[in-house]
């Protein structure tokens, strides 16, 4: 397992060293759960807005989208604990047609 030194603040490192005192574990311990929980964060992160990019590409490609107003309502309607009709998708064009 490879070293890595770290550079702190004297205010971080004694941060550090009081939550890793209170949680009765190492200021080692404590940073590596830190950085693994940071990395977990930006991952899930990364993977979200690549998932949104696709289905955004998806969306272009296809002309289709749900209208969001429907959407809502639909939610709303299931949180309710009715059994509404679910939305159909529909053209781009017609959803981004201003109302009458």
Known sequence: MPT???KLPDAT????D??????G???HA???EAIETKLDSEEKHDAFVEA???SRDDMLASGKAYDGDEVLAYARARLRGEKPVRPRL???KTLLKPPK
């Open 4 to 6: 890595v030194s770290v």
């Open 13 to 16: 490192k004694a941060r550090i």
């Open 18 to 23: 009081r939550v890793a005192a209170s949680k």
């Open 25 to 27: 574990t190492s200021a």
């Open 30 to 32: 404590l940073m590596v």
């Open 52 to 54: 949104a990019l696709r």
């Open 90 to 92: 529909k053209s781009i």
